[in-house]
Nanobody, 122 residues
Framework: QVQLVESGGGLVQAGGSLRLSCAGSGRTLSSYRMGWFRQAPGKEREFVAAISWTISNTNYADSVKGRFAISRDNAKNTVYLQMNSLKPEDTALYYC???????????????WGQGTQVTVSS
């Protein structure tokens, strides 16, 4: 089974940028569709971005399109989330996730990272 560890979260002012990393172990991440979810206090965990083997096969939540970019480096067994033009509403605990299927719906996730906190001040 794959294990996932996120890093790169922190406190940033509105308009700033952060880059999250998700390092995998136990299995190569190329075996999975990878992505990111986020959850703010009192709210449901929501989809942010996903990527699969083919670089063109990416998708994003409407709320982050044009601002966030997901990428993967299979040689390093790592997935990234570049977050630009951050807004206070982006504040949440961000989770790396893996799915063995062709989709990355919440119910499809078979492995979660521990979460990394992103806080955006106004």
């Amino acid at each position: 089974q794959v294990q996932l560890v996120e890093s790169g979260g922190g406190l940033v002012q509105a308009g700033g940028s952060l880059r999250l990393s998700c390092a995998g172990s136990g299995r190569t991440l190329s075996s999975y569709r990878m992505g990111w979810f986020r959850q703010a206090p009192g709210k449901e965990r929501e989809f942010v971005a996903a990527i699969s083997w083919t670089i063109s096969n990416t998708n994003y939540a409407d709320s982050v399109k044009g601002r966030f970019a997901i990428s993967r480096d299979n040689a390093k067994n790592t997935v990234y989330l570049q977050m630009n033009s951050l807004k206070p509403e982006d504040t949440a605990l961000y989770y790396c996730a893996a799915s063995a299927g062709n989709t990355l719906r919440l119910a499809d996730v078979v492995a979660w990272g521990q979460g990394t906190q992103v806080t955006v001040s106004s």
